[in-house]
């Protein structure tokens, strides 16, 4: 059972993975929003999957959907 410490360093370790605009559109965990990942992100820049989601809720909230 983790306690509350190893869920903290788990969910750190997950923000310092980064992954380019190219190998998110590839992954399967983001296949439903891969139209928006391909419009969204900007190539070259790197992101921790919190940020892609981050990035994509706002735009809902900003198009009010």
Not at 33 to 51: H, P, T
């Amino acid at each position: 059972m983790e306690n509350k410490e190893d869920i903290g360093k788990q969910a750190n370790k997950e923000e310092n993975n980064k992954y380019s605009k190219s190998v998110l559109l590839k992954s399967g965990e983001f296949s439903d929003k891969k139209d928006f990942i391909a419009v969204l992100l900007e190539e070259g820049k790197l992101y921790s999957k919190s940020e892609v989601n981050s990035i994509v809720k706002n735009y809902f909230k900003r198009r009010g959907i």
